[in-house]
């Protein structure tokens, strides 16, 4: 069983930057992949990056355009999600997910543990 807890959202001004983080405990984190997602209220919730277990495969969602780098520290078992030139439009409660299995995935169906969510709240 992984558990996992986000940190780092917030309110920011429109072209503001943050760092999400999200600490893993209960498995072993080297050998996982892991992803973000969001979901804005009354949206569907939306693949934002994902990473492979050792960090040679990164992808990320079309909106995203560059502007944010999903990264990993194993030795923390920790992600993370730096986030730049952000939009009222990137506004929306962000979550960490981690599959079982090394690869990185952008389906949000192939992740088996949830975090509870930070929000990110953009202003215009």
């Known amino acids: 069983q992984v558990q996992l807890v986000e940190s780092g959202g917030g309110l920011v001004q429109a072209g503001g930057s943050l760092r999400l983080s999200c600490a893993a405990s209960g498995g072993t984190f080297s050998s996982i992949g892991m992803g973000w997602f969001r979901q804005a209220p009354g949206k569907e919730r939306e693949f934002v990056a994902t990473?492979?277990?050792?960090?040679?495969?990164?992808y990320y969602g079309d909106f995203v355009k560059g502007r944010f780098t999903i990264s990993r520290d194993n030795a923390k078992n920790t992600v993370y999600l730096q986030m730049y030139g952000l939009k009222p439009e990137d506004t929306a409660t962000y979550y960490c997910a981690a599959r079982r299995g090394p690869s990185a995935s952008s389906n949000q169906r192939e992740y088996n543990y949830w975090g509870q969510g930070t929000q990110v709240t953009v202003s215009s």
């Open positions: 990473i492979s277990s050792r960090a040679f495969s990164t």
